[in-house]
């Protein structure tokens, strides 16, 4: 196939001539051998893209996996001329396509219906968001816990500190020495 010239589709008598020589053992035709000419399936195949299926809606036919045809619409064909600009007029249409796609976006409704094709050429696709810078935050410092103002005051507390050491003093000295003093020490010891 000669790469400066675009190879035409074949038309419906070549079509015949072509499907009875392959089918029915007929005359070769001339057409058959030219690189030049494609056939209708070879054409279909080239034309045929498959677009993205409607998000399922069980009230709307149209959303079903069966009824969806596996053509190019006029916005997919105008999505895929917004993402490969070829010369300066597909640019200029391009720059209208991102306009209309940044009122969509705007739009709370329709932003969902969005694609991510559609979000990435205008730039609002997750992977092309900047993550947030994280603000950081000093952790609040502890509450200081105030002293408890004990119930019995604090007079009254070395009173009996001191007086529970006093009876220790005197319990440990009956213990050595005994309950009678220095008599029953010197009545024991020397009698």
Do not use: C
Request: charged share 35%; hydrophobic share 25%.
């Amino acid at each position: 196939m000669n790469k400066f010239v675009k190879p035409r589709t074949e038309n419906f008598s070549e079509r015949i001539e072509r499907l009875h020589y392959k089918y029915d053992d007929g005359p070769k035709p001339v057409h058959y051998d030219d690189k030049n000419i494609i056939t209708m399936e070879q054409r279909a195949k080239l034309d045929e893209k498959i677009k993205r299926p409607k998000k399922f809606d069980n009230t709307d036919p149209s959303s079903y996996p069966s009824n969806q045809i596996k053509t190019m619409s006029t916005w997919e064909a105008m999505m895929e001329l917004a993402k490969n600009p070829k010369d300066r007029d597909d640019r200029l249409q391009a720059g209208e396509m991102r306009k209309t796609l940044r009122k969509y976006y705007k739009d709370p409704k329709v932003r969902p219906t969005l694609g991510d094709d559609e979000l990435k050429l205008i730039g609002k696709h997750k992977s092309q968001q900047k993550p947030p810078k994280p603000t950081y935050t000093a952790p609040l410092p502890e509450p200081l816990e105030l002293p408890k103002v004990p119930d019995v005051p604090i007079e009254e507390q070395i009173k009996k500190f001191a007086d529970a050491e006093k009876q220790t003093r005197i319990s440990n000295l009956r213990k050595t020495v005994g309950t009678g003093g220095i008599a029953d020490f010197y009545y024991k010891n020397f009698i």
